[in-house]
């Protein structure tokens, strides 16, 4: 794969080929160097050879700046973030969730825990415990650095949810054992149901049926780097639109968005470490609430009411194509079959 540095290293080289080497380049170059037209612009003349020039040293200069700007990235933050493929590199008894107490997600910050509770330091209103049952990062597609790790939890009280919900003759017959009869005839109910929530012809189906059942879930987005509390809100409403129930639903959608935006009640800085936890209630309304690493205090935020924004959101975390986190998603979609 070539990377980002490559990319721009091999353009800028072959631009200076281009543009030295080339006699081609310099035939067509002679005659602006040896004449002078001149043409006005707001009362000012402007030499276009000149000018010219000048937009020849700018692109230099600029191909130069992204060059240096990818090397700095690289070499400055290269132990701060993952890439994409460098999941699969992690050591996997770091990122099981056999582990007791903790996960680690990504080793630029704290290892996550396997529950949240008054005990683990999440206590929020109702005081239930909640079951970590999927984890991975997001990644930024352009420059495929990881901006933030997600965890997604189960409320204890609803484990049993999964299992009515993916035992049901409907769902078993008509997308997760469909095809037993056929192909899968050796494999387990469970080993299907991976299999189906990670196509992206089932997979929404039946994450939509889990979240039609009053299940509480917990997502906790923890910044990889330094943010604000407006890039996560942006963030968060860009994902929510991006779903395909939203854009047929835009009137609803609008108004849940502004609900969201204003939910959003502190400003500033959210530093690396810290949490932003979003509490998707039995009736798909979302509860926000902001976790300082530095104090370890847990403030409440505001309420989204529109059902529609928390059903949406969940969606794209758990749910395939374009899950917001594939790694979230895989995670989820292997482990959720432990409380079938």
């Not at 810290?274 to 309420?303: A, F, M, Q, T």
């Amino acid at each position: 794969m070539i990377t980002f540095n490559r990319l721009c290293t091999t353009n800028f080289k072959r631009s200076l080929l281009t543009l030295t080497r080339s006699s081609k380049s310099q035939r067509k170059l002679a005659p602006l160097l040896k004449k002078k037209p001149y043409s006005s612009f707001a009362g000012h003349t402007i030499n276009n050879a000149k000018s010219r020039g000048s937009g020849l040293g700018l692109f230099i200069i600029g191909a130069s700046s992204i060059c240096a700007i990818n090397y700095y990235y690289k070499n400055n933050y290269s132990n701060h973030f993952l890439h994409n493929d460098d999941l699969n590199n992690i050591n996997n008894d770091k990122i099981s969730l056999d582990s007791e107490n903790s996960v680690c997600v990504d080793k630029s910050i704290s290892p996550f825990p396997t529950h949240l509770s008054t005990s683990t330091g999440y206590a929020l209103d109702k005081n239930d415990d909640y079951t970590l049952v999927g984890f991975g990062t997001r990644s930024v597609t352009f420059i495929s650095f990881r901006v933030y790790a997600l965890g997604i939890y189960i409320a204890d009280k609803d484990l049993p949810l999964i299992s009515k919900v993916f035992d049901s003759k409907y769902l078993s017959t008509a997308f997760i054992d469909k095809d037993t009869g056929a192909i899968n005839n050796e494999e387990s109910h469970g080993e299907n149901l991976t299999r189906a929530l990670e196509s992206p012809d089932t997979s929404m189906v039946l994450v939509d049926n889990l979240l039609d059942s009053e299940i509480e879930l917990v997502a906790k987005v923890t910044p990889i780097k330094n943010t604000d509390f407006n890039h996560l809100r942006d963030g968060l409403c860009r994902s929510i639109m991006s779903h395909p129930i939203a854009k047929k639903n835009s009137d609803i959608i609008k108004n849940g968005i502004e609900q969201l935006r204003s939910a959003f009640i502190l400003k500033g800085s959210v530093l690396k470490n810290d949490d932003l936890l979003i509490k998707l209630e039995s009736d798909n309304s979302l509860r926000l609430y902001y976790k300082s690493k530095k104090n370890g205090e847990v403030k409440k935020l505001g309420k989204v009411s529109e059902p529609l924004i928390g059903k949406c959101l969940f969606s794209k975390y758990l749910s395939q194509p374009n899950a917001l986190s594939d790694s979230t998603q895989k995670s989820f979609a292997e482990n959720v079959t432990k409380y079938l």
